[in-house]
């Protein structure tokens, strides 16, 4: 049967190939059908991927800035000519002829390195990189030198590009290492570029704001076993901050169980100040070294970057703040993180600033985290203001600045304050500095290393920050604990001049005493060469008597009392002192105010009189300024400064002012008989020549200070205008006595 169906079939295809030719057409309609078919599934399809893509796409969302924040970190740099280059053909033809130099270079090292058996650096292998690049990468490589003198050379070198590309600074601050970082930004007047920028800070909780987080951070600390003032200016912290949290939420906060509730704030204290009372609490934490590690692992670093952040408009904030950080370097473990939480930039950008306060805030804390150079730890209060940046002149001795009462390390040893009326006369002078130590004695002798010191003081138990540390405040206390900072600074290592104002150089007496009596401070006594006195009352003061007297009223601390003239611990402080500067033959000037000055509406008082400021050995010189203004200067050329630079007969300040003859003998000449003359270049030239001549009959010229300033025999000022007048025929002579 298959094969009848096989040949029914073939014989129908036969029967259907042989027939007459018929052709079929396919009709327009259906071909117009097809296509309506086909653009409908072709449209729609493409509607349907469209609306897909869309809503994908909305679906979907890319945060740019994480992914901007990642290109700064993995970005690979590529070298172009630069564009200027580009567009100057001659330019780019000498650009070219300096590749191809630096090739055969290059080629000529490698065939030097083969012949004569000795490796080449391996980044000078690379034959297509550009000239720039090769140094880049060589001198970061030699910053990682194992030899100490390569690493300092190559960091001095990155220091001094401020011609490369910003991708080339980029590329730079991601391949430096803690150490080179450290280096740079210790370094005068470094690209900022080089450092990388703080990394973004964590994400803060819901309604945490950052007094609450500065309040976790306190209330996290340890509580026990801490100082009586750590307790005080934690207790302080809180308190204000609950107050505030108090008025503004009707809480009720407790600490150390005592309950604070709403009625005990009638208003809300600024958050601003809140954060100051915070950050005060840290500092006394941070001089707690075992409080540290706990600062930095519960995130402080970080939340102290956010309101360094927030605050900056607020100089003293951000002082207290690097304070902190100051305060945290003094131990090395926590360097890593100081470093990779982003304070090295901060730190750089702080050293720069014009402000002689901040930029001493940051130099101090990165002279404690810089262990390449730096072998000194400078403790809370102990800033160094020259120098401040990595340098290679040699320190040849130390100048100590320690002020008085109410006095600081900066405003005390500020120039003096200008009358507005004779500013506004005089015009446009001189720029003012905020510390003249800093700006002009630096200038003037670049080997020095000067220092200055600060500590809290106050005329009444009133206004004492810490009332409980009343044992503090006495001159025996205040002596140790400087002694130990100063020691910890490296000050007794080299020759070493004191610089005091007021109580401050009581202070100082009752340090040397004491290291003279203490066989680990014998080199600080041995090194001391000189100490000069603005107007210390080494015999007391009657404004601390007035103090006593009222001491209802004022409650005089324990600093002021110890003032009262005559008293006799103020007595044998001075006849030890005495004994010990005549065995130890160390120099001393002293300089004596001559006007009152004001402590109230309508009153005046010689706070330290002549017969007080007079130690009994060493110069004394008289100067018509009042008590405040002892020790700021008018003016760079005036005689306080230039006195105290130029102290003719005292071989202290020629060993440490001058050319630094150490083992100079000058004569002691008392400069009371002597007399400040002023006059023009002219009349200068003709005293020279009256002195050279012994015109009349035996030289008087104490000291040539400068073009318009000389130091004359008292005796001889009456004759000289005599024999001026008869020499110039003229009845007038341009001297001003002082």
């Avoid at 150490?179 to 930004?185: D, I, K, Q």
């Avoid at 985290?369 to 209060?381: A, H, I, N, P």
């Avoid at 035996?698 to 073009?707: A, G, P, S, W």
Wanted: aromatic residues 8%; hydrophobic residues 40%.
């Amino acid at each position: 049967m298959s094969v009848a169906a096989l040949r029914m079939i073939r014989c129908r295809r036969l029967s259907s190939t042989t027939g007459p030719g018929v052709k079929k057409v396919l009709p327009w309609r259906d071909i117009r059908k097809i296509a309506k078919v086909t653009g409908a599934v072709i449209l729609g399809g493409c509607v349907f991927i469209t609306y897909e893509v869309v809503s994908l796409n909305q679906a979907v969302s890319i945060d740019m800035q994480a992914i901007q924040q990642e290109k700064l970190k993995s970005y690979i740099y590529l070298s172009a000519t630069p564009s200027k280059e580009q567009e100057n053909i001659g330019t780019g033809l000498t650009y070219k002829a300096r590749r191809e130099l630096h090739k055969a270079a290059r080629r000529f090292l490698e065939i030097s390195s083969r012949i004569l058996l000795r490796p080449l650096d391996e980044h000078l292998s690379r034959m297509d990189a550009d000239p720039h690049e090769v140094a880049l990468w060589v001198l970061l490589k030699r910053a990682c030198s194992a030899n100490r003198t390569t690493r300092l050379s190559a960091v001095q070198e990155l220091a001094q590009n401020h011609h490369w590309q910003d991708y080339q600074y980029q590329t730079a601050a991601q391949a430096i290492d803690q150490r080179t970082a450290l280096g740079l930004a210790r370094t005068s007047q470094v690209d900022q570029r080089f450092f990388l920028s703080p990394p973004v800070l964590p994400g803060v909780e819901d309604g945490l704001s950052v007094e609450d987080g500065l309040r976790q951070l306190l209330a996290s600390l340890p509580q026990s076993e801490v100082d009586q003032c750590v307790q005080y200016f934690t207790s302080l912290a809180l308190r204000e901050s609950t107050q505030s949290l108090a008025a503004q939420r009707g809480g009720l906060w407790c600490f150390g169980g005592n309950g604070l509730p709403y009625a005990q704030s009638l208003t809300s204290v600024p958050t601003e100040k809140v954060e100051s009372f915070c950050l005060q609490a840290l500092v006394q934490h941070s001089k707690v070294q075992s409080h540290c590690d706990h600062i930095v692992a519960n995130g402080g670093l970080h939340l102290l970057q956010r309101v360094y952040q927030l605050r900056r408009d607020s100089p003293k904030i951000q002082r207290n703040i690097v304070r902190i950080i100051g305060n945290l370097a003094l131990n090395d473990s926590v360097h890593p993180a100081i470093v990779q939480s982003g304070w090295v930039s901060v730190l750089a950008e702080m050293m720069q600033s014009p402000h002689i306060m901040q930029a001493s805030h940051a130099a101090r804390a990165l002279a404690n985290l810089d262990r390449e150079t730096v072998k000194e730890k400078y403790q809370d209060g102990v800033y160094v203001l020259h120098p401040q940046c990595r340098t290679s002149q040699p320190i040849k001795a130390d100048v100590l600045f320690v002020h008085g009462l109410l006095g600081a390390a900066f405003k005390t040893w500020r120039q003096q304050d200008c009358d507005p009326t004779e500013e506004k006369a005089a015009g446009a002078s001189e720029d003012y500095t905020e510390c003249w130590p800093k700006s002009w004695l630096a200038a003037d002798c670049p080997n020095l290393r000067v220092l200055s010191v600060e500590y809290d003081t106050h005329l009444s138990d009133w206004r004492a920050k810490c009332p409980v540390e009343n044992q503090r405040m006495s001159l025996a206390y205040r002596s140790r604990e400087l002694l130990k900072k100063l020691k910890s600074a490296g000050v007794g290592d080299r020759p070493v001049v004191w610089v005091s104002h007021s109580m401050g150089g009581l202070l100082v007496k009752k340090m040397l005493l004491d290291a003279s009596r203490d066989p680990d401070m014998r080199e600080l006594m041995k090194n001391t060469k000189g100490v000069m006195f603005y107007s210390v009352p080494h015999h007391g003061t009657f404004m601390a008597e007035y103090s006593v007297n009222v001491r209802y009223l004022l409650f005089p601390s324990v600093e002021v009392r110890e003032l009262c003239r005559d008293s006799p611990a103020l007595r044998d402080l001075n006849d030890n002192f005495l004994n010990m500067a005549k065995d130890r033959e160390f120099n001393v000037l002293s300089f004596a105010e001559t006007m009152p000055t004001t402590i109230g509406p309508m009153i005046k008082i010689l706070v330290v009189p002549m017969q007080s400021a007079d130690l009994g050995i060493g110069d004394l010189v008289q100067v018509d300024v009042d008590h405040l203004n002892i020790c700021k200067p008018e003016k760079k050329d005036s005689f306080l400064y230039k006195r105290s630079l130029n102290q003719p007969a005292s071989q202290t300040f020629k060993l440490c002012f001058g050319d630094w003859c150490l083992e100079a003998n000058s004569i002691m000449v008392n400069v009371l008989k002597g007399v400040l003359v002023e006059c023009d270049p002219a009349m200068k030239q003709f005293l020279l020549y009256l002195d050279e001549t012994s015109a009349l009959g035996k030289k008087f010229i104490i000291q040539d200070l400068d073009e318009t300033h000389v130091f004359i025999l008292a005796e001889v000022v009456h004759i000289l205008q005599e024999r001026v007048g008869e020499l110039m025929d003229q009845n007038s002579f341009p001297i001003t006595q002082k």
